[in-house]
């Protein structure tokens, strides 16, 4: 008996169509085509997926959806914060995505309709977009604030002159560490040898630990010169950045020289060069080492083992005593905050309040944070480990710099070398993979470089957030490059890391979107060192055993069920809809 044909989006959104009236139910929110997802797990089946606000174990019959339509699965979803806020202050919601971080970002679908009305989203008659027009004309903090990111002048990335970034050979120490482990330990321990200068580049700075070790170090007539981006505040914040900012500010007085990141989101840049995020996270030492992280200065990226957070992230980080590498990056640095000094905003209170009132309310829509989980660590924790005056090869990757004498972007091209060069093994642990558009752009372009060593029979195994990675594994399910067969998803992943064939180690900044690669201001470093790569690919192998799950699910691998998509049935599927 032949296979069933996989229904395509526009089939199934004519479904929908025509059964408004079944899944018009009290707490829909919207219903669109996508693929069904089970404990977490792609089945391999197309659905409809209903939104709602909030998942029920108990209710009345005639208040359930059904289990599916025309034999279709229908896919009950409990809404994200995002979701429940554009349900009912579509304004507030716009204004955290434009304003929000990278992850918070929401893919976008192109047959998703608002409920009850069964209207597409972006229709201009439905409810959300006659809200959106209604609100902004009564929010006018938050109208002025979506004004402003729209008309804010955009000026030219200049990099420094005389600063290439050339593959180097060099005989150096390194230290390789990871959080929850050992990052904060490390951290301080290089923060401590500080004498005289702290040169630094960083997205997040809300720890108060880091902060306190910040002010104990940098003492006498020591120099802080920072570039600070301003994201949505992180749940597990001691202060806020701009509090960070003051209260360095109040005790080093001029020797703190701190300029806000000239980001299109941030309100306090007059003038933007970085979209979206000014992403990087790079401290140099005195003009002689450097540290380099997947992770910010806050609490769920270097958490403190005597005062956990909620939450604990997986990051990666490397220090590199090296004066010549640290002159480069420092160069770098210095040349970001030159340009940042010329557009530094007066203080930008009305958008900087909408901008706060808006994440206040997304914040509200958010579920209770569950108990605090076992720490994903051991009780021993994963030691830091120092290479001394090993012979390595390091390539710093910048975003947005190019390719001398090309327009393609330096991180894409020397990633996309190294990931072809991989023979064996190609591992990477990733916050997100934004899908891609399917266009052939350079985005898209390396992620089929990656599908390439899938289809070369090399190891690719690719670890992603379960909090983030999820909604981007189903988009890439339908659009683009699909890598979602070689996915498993872990709890509290921020880490932006490859190792490849057990010879080379990326640490980088970079999160996996066509933003992240091209656009935002974004470091890492490519070392090839076989025990560097060892050390974190030892890390990875024990997060991918115990602590990440497949997102494909097993019954749904085309070895075992190669055709046969809509006939999955979800282990779990339910009496409860919403």
Same mark, same amino acid.
């Given at each position: 008996?032949?296979?069933?044909?996989?229904?395509?989006?526009?089939?199934?959104?004519?479904?929908?169509?025509?059964?408004?009236?079944?899944?018009?139910?009290?707490?829909?929110?919207?219903?669109?085509?996508?693929?069904?997802?089970? @404990?977490?797990?792609?089945? /391999?089946?197309?659905?409809?997926?209903?939104?709602?606000?909030?998942?029920?174990?108990?209710?009345?019959?005639?208040?359930?959806?059904?289990?599916?339509?025309? @034999?279709?699965?229908?896919?009950?979803?409990?809404?994200?914060?995002?979701?429940?806020?554009?349900?009912?202050?579509?304004?507030?919601?716009?204004?955290?995505?434009? *304003?929000?971080?990278?992850?918070?970002?929401?893919?976008?679908?192109?047959?998703?309709?608002?409920?009850?009305?069964?209207?597409?989203?972006?229709?201009?008659?439905?409810?959300?977009? $006659?809200? =959106?027009?209604?609100? +902004?004309?009564?929010?006018?903090?938050?109208?002025?604030?979506?004004?402003?990111?729209?008309?804010?002048?955009?000026?030219?990335?200049?990099?420094?002159? @005389?600063?290439?970034?050339?593959?180097?050979?060099?005989?150096?120490?390194?230290?390789?560490?990871? %959080?929850?482990?050992?990052?904060?330990?490390?951290?301080?321990?290089?923060?401590?040898?500080?004498?005289?200068?702290?040169?630094?580049?960083?997205?997040?700075?809300?720890?108060?630990?880091?902060?306190?070790?910040?002010?104990?170090?940098?003492?006498?007539?020591?120099?802080?010169?920072?570039?600070?981006?301003?994201?949505?505040?992180? +749940?597990?914040?001691?202060?806020? @950045?701009?509090?960070?900012?003051?209260? =360095?500010?109040?005790?080093?007085?001029?020797?703190?020289?701190?300029?806000?990141?000239?980001?299109?989101?941030?309100?306090?840049?007059?003038?933007?060069? *970085?979209?979206?995020?000014?992403?990087?996270?790079?401290?140099?030492?005195?003009? !002689?080492?450097?540290?380099? %992280?997947?992770?910010?200065?806050?609490?769920?990226?270097?958490?403190?083992?005597?005062?956990?957070? +909620?939450?604990?992230?997986?990051?990666?980080?490397?220090?590199?005593?090296?004066? /010549?590498?640290?002159?480069?990056?420092?160069?770098?640095?210095?040349?970001?905050?030159?340009?940042?000094?010329?557009?530094?905003?007066? $203080?930008?209170?009305?958008?900087?309040?909408?901008?706060?009132?808006?994440?206040?309310?997304?914040?509200?829509?958010?579920?209770?944070?569950?108990?605090?989980?076992?720490?994903?660590?051991?009780?021993?924790?994963?030691?830091?480990?120092?290479?001394?005056?090993?012979?390595?090869?390091?390539?710093?990757?910048?975003?947005?710099?190019?390719?001398?004498?090309?327009?393609?972007?330096?991180?894409?091209?020397?990633?996309?070398?190294?990931?072809?060069? %991989?023979?064996?093994?190609?591992?990477?642990?990733?916050?997100?993979?934004?899908?891609?558009?399917?266009? /052939?752009?350079?985005?898209?372009?390396?992620?089929?470089?990656? !599908?390439?060593?899938?289809?070369?029979?090399?190891?690719?195994?690719?670890?992603?957030?379960?909090?983030?990675?999820?909604?981007?594994?189903?988009?890439?399910?339908?659009? /683009? #490059?699909?890598?979602?067969?070689?996915?498993?998803?872990?709890?509290?992943?921020?880490?932006?890391?490859? #190792?490849?064939?057990?010879?080379?180690?990326?640490?980088?900044?970079?999160? &996996?979107?066509?933003?992240?690669?091209?656009?935002?201001?974004?470091?890492?470093?490519?070392?090839?060192?076989?025990?560097?790569?060892?050390?974190?690919?030892?890390? &990875?192998?024990?997060?991918?055993?115990?602590?990440?799950?497949? *997102?494909?699910?097993?019954?749904?691998?085309?070895? $075992? $069920?190669?055709?046969?998509?809509?006939?999955?049935?979800?282990?779990?599927?339910?009496?409860?809809?919403?």
């Amino acid at each position: 008996m032949a296979a069933s044909k996989t229904p395509s989006a526009e089939s199934i959104d004519s479904v929908i169509r025509k059964n408004l009236s079944r899944l018009r139910k009290p707490g829909v929110l919207t219903v669109r085509p996508g693929f069904e997802i089970a @404990n977490h797990q792609l089945t /391999g089946a197309s659905a409809i997926v209903a939104t709602v606000h909030t998942k029920k174990k108990l209710l009345p019959k005639n208040e359930m959806l059904p289990d599916r339509i025309n @034999n279709i699965p229908v896919d009950v979803r409990e809404a994200t914060p995002h979701q429940r806020l554009r349900a009912h202050d579509p304004a507030a919601a716009a204004l955290t995505q434009t *304003f929000g971080r990278p992850e918070q970002k929401e893919p976008t679908w192109p047959f998703e309709r608002e409920m009850p009305s069964g209207k597409l989203l972006d229709d201009p008659r439905s409810a959300t977009q $006659q809200q =959106l027009v209604q609100h +902004q004309a009564r929010q006018l903090g938050t109208a002025s604030a979506l004004a402003s990111h729209a008309k804010k002048a955009q000026i030219p990335y200049q990099p420094p002159a @005389n600063a290439p970034l050339n593959t180097v050979t060099t005989t150096t120490t390194l230290t390789a560490s990871v %959080s929850p482990d050992a990052g904060l330990v490390t951290l301080q321990s290089f923060l401590s040898g500080t004498q005289h200068s702290l040169t630094i580049g960083m997205y997040d700075f809300t720890s108060g630990t880091i902060l306190k070790t910040f002010l104990d170090d940098l003492t006498g007539s020591k120099i802080l010169q920072m570039v600070l981006d301003n994201p949505s505040p992180n +749940q597990t914040r001691d202060q806020t @950045n701009t509090q960070t900012v003051d209260e =360095l500010g109040q005790a080093l007085g001029n020797r703190a020289r701190i300029m806000r990141a000239l980001t299109r989101s941030d309100p306090y840049a007059a003038a933007w060069i *970085f979209p979206s995020a000014y992403h990087i996270k790079v401290i140099v030492r005195d003009g !002689a080492a450097l540290w380099l %992280s997947s992770g910010n200065l806050n609490n769920s990226n270097q958490p403190d083992p005597a005062s956990p957070p +909620q939450y604990e992230d997986r990051d990666w980080h490397v220090i590199i005593e090296d004066a /010549g590498l640290a002159k480069t990056f420092k160069a770098y640095l210095d040349q970001d905050f030159a340009s940042a000094s010329q557009h530094q905003a007066a $203080q930008p209170t009305s958008v900087a309040r909408a901008v706060a009132n808006a994440n206040a309310k997304l914040a509200a829509e958010a579920n209770p944070l569950p108990p605090r989980a076992a720490p994903a660590r051991k009780a021993e924790g994963v030691p830091a480990q120092t290479f001394d005056k090993v012979t390595v090869k390091i390539t710093p990757v910048f975003t947005p710099d190019k390719m001398p004498g090309s327009n393609k972007g330096q991180y894409i091209a020397t990633m996309m070398q190294h990931i072809s060069s %991989s023979n064996k093994k190609l591992y990477a642990q990733l916050q997100y993979i934004e899908s891609s558009s399917g266009t /052939g752009d350079d985005y898209d372009v390396l992620l089929k470089t990656i !599908a390439a060593r899938v289809a070369a029979g090399v190891d690719v195994r690719l670890i992603e957030s379960a909090e983030y990675g999820e909604k981007w594994a189903e988009k890439m399910k339908a659009q /683009g #490059v699909d890598l979602t067969a070689n996915i498993r998803l872990q709890h509290h992943v921020h880490n932006k890391s490859f #190792v490849v064939d057990s010879q080379k180690a990326v640490v980088a900044s970079q999160n &996996f979107s066509p933003a992240g690669v091209e656009q935002n201001r974004d470091a890492g470093v490519i070392i090839e060192h076989q025990g560097i790569a060892q050390y974190f690919e030892n890390v &990875f192998l024990s997060d991918w055993k115990n602590n990440a799950t497949p *997102f494909v699910a097993s019954a749904a691998k085309p070895k $075992q $069920q190669p055709k046969a998509r809509t006939s999955v049935k979800s282990p779990t599927r339910r009496r409860t809809k919403r």
